[in-house]
Nanobody, 120 residues
């Protein structure tokens, strides 16, 4: 019943912007800390931004000043505004709770993600 659906990715040139959206259902969204994660080819999935139920935010150093996470509890939506994109930002982006939803031992739930490609 848990469902996370990401959208908004695409191909952009370096310095460009994208706004990612995440539609969440199947859990009590308003009390959960939410995060955006990304996974680049050949690399592990990494957390890049979080937002608490009270809308406090934090970011990893490599996206600070460029990315903004936000949420709309009335719609069960999380957003990631990405500005000044760099080729190193190329990855599949996922939303999830922080920590991620655990389905069973060794298995977390993930949606399909949305591809962000930053290239000239």
């Amino acid at each position: 019943q848990v469902r996370l659906v990401e959208s908004g990715g695409g191909l952009v040139q370096p310095g460009g912007s994208l706004r990612l959206s995440c539609s969440a259902s199947g859990f009590i969204f308003s009390i959960k800390t939410m995060g955006w994660y990304r996974q680049a080819p050949g690399k592990q999935r990494e957390l890049v931004a979080v937002i608490t139920s009270s809308r406090n935010t934090n970011y990893v150093d490599f996206v600070k000043g460029r990315f903004t996470i936000s949420r709309d509890n009335s719609k069960n939506m999380v957003y990631l505004q990405m500005n000044s994109l760099r080729p190193e930002d190329t990855a599949v982006y996922y939303c999830n709770t922080e920590p991620p939803i655990t389905i069973s031992v060794g298995y977390n739930y993930w949606g399909q993600g949305t591809q962000v490609t930053v290239s000239s």
